[in-house]
């Protein structure tokens, strides 16, 4: 369930979330942990690191104020702001000429190409 960012408990920045996110596992920074996104957008940024969530939220699960990361609001900021990666601009293409995100697929054919933010 989403909740709007106004009623979104703060981030206490106690750092549970850090062990199940499986974007940090990957990339082992501290940015793309969701203490670390939580702590960029209380200070305002916007970047491309908000890209890098799964959407799953296994990390509110775990945390003990239950802050949501609300990875589509964020994003949904990044796209009014014209914060784009050229993957995420070659997916809105295809999907408003081909209706797909992959581009033009004859009939049965699979996509050559996944292609993510
Ligand atoms: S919702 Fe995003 S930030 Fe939270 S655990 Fe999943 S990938 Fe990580
Ligand atoms: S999001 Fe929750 S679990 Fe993660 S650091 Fe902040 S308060 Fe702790």
């Known amino acids: 369930m989403l909740i709007g960012l106004a009623e979104n408990p703060t981030c206490i920045e106690c750092g549970l979330c ?8 990957i990339q082992s920074q ?3 942990s969701p203490r670390g996104r939580a702590m960029l ?18 990390c509110r699960v775990v ?18 702001a ?3 990666t050229p993957a995420n601009q070659t997916m809105i293409i295809n999907i408003r000429l081909y209706g797909n995100p992959f581009g033009p697929l004859a009939d049965g054919e699979l996509p050559k190409v996944l292609t993510c933010c």
């Open 18 to 25: 850090r062990e199940v996110c499986p974007v940090f596992q």
């Open 63 to 80: 945390c003990p104020i239950g802050h949501d990361p609300n990875g589509e609001i964020l994003r949904s900021g990044l796209i009014e």
């Open 30 to 32: 501290e940015e793309y």
């Open 41 to 58: 957008h209380s200070a305002g940024l916007q970047t491309l690191v908000f890209y890098q969530c799964t959407l799953c939220r296994t």
């Open 82 to 84: 014209g914060i784009e």
